[in-house]
């Protein structure tokens, strides 16, 4: 864990002289976290790494990071969409780390999508109004 945090500090001292020398701004942060369970996880699959715990610690915070760098530049109708994001993110870490399918999640997550479609669509029905606006609105008051 040592080795993955100095990892992580270096890439994000990286990430902040990136930021000064370039127009184009990086979340240093993010990036580093990013780059470093790229590395752990090859480092995992060819077998010279084995803290799966950290690995999968670290993917966890790039797709709550990934929802929230969403979150930030979604146009608010499009909000709607963010359960179905989220969850499909991580059945797709859970498979670059188990290479394991499972049918039901992928069940679950097809009917999730339909369901965020159609209250997409109706969104502006006078019955389906609330409940669009309470799902785009879920993270604001917190």
């Known amino acids: 864990m040592l080795l993955a945090f100095l990892l992580i500090s270096l890439l994000f001292i990286g990430g902040l002289i990136y ?11 993010c990036i580093s976290v990013l780059l470093s369970w790229f590395v752990l996880f090859i480092l995992y699959k060819t077998g ?7 690995l ?16 930030k530049r979604l146009p608010k109708p499009l909000r709607i ?3 179905p994001f989220f969850l499909s993110l991580t059945v797709v870490f859970y498979l670059l780390i188990t290479e394991e399918f499972i049918l039901t999640a992928f069940g679950l997550l097809t009917a999730l999508w339909i369901l965020a ?3 997409f669509i109706y969104r502006d029905d006078p019955g389906k109004k609330p409940l669009a606006q309470a799902v785009t609105n879920c993270c604001e008051d917190v």
Request: a positive charge; one cysteine or more; hydrophobic letters at 50%.
């Open 19 to 29: 930021n000064q020398k370039s127009r184009k701004r990086v979340c240093a942060i």
């Open 48 to 54: 010279a790494h084995e803290n799966i715990v950290l």
């Open 117 to 119: 479609w159609l209250i």
């Open 81 to 83: 969409f963010t359960l």
């Open 56 to 71: 999968s610690l670290l993917m966890g915070q790039s797709i709550t990071g990934l929802y929230y760098f969403g979150l």
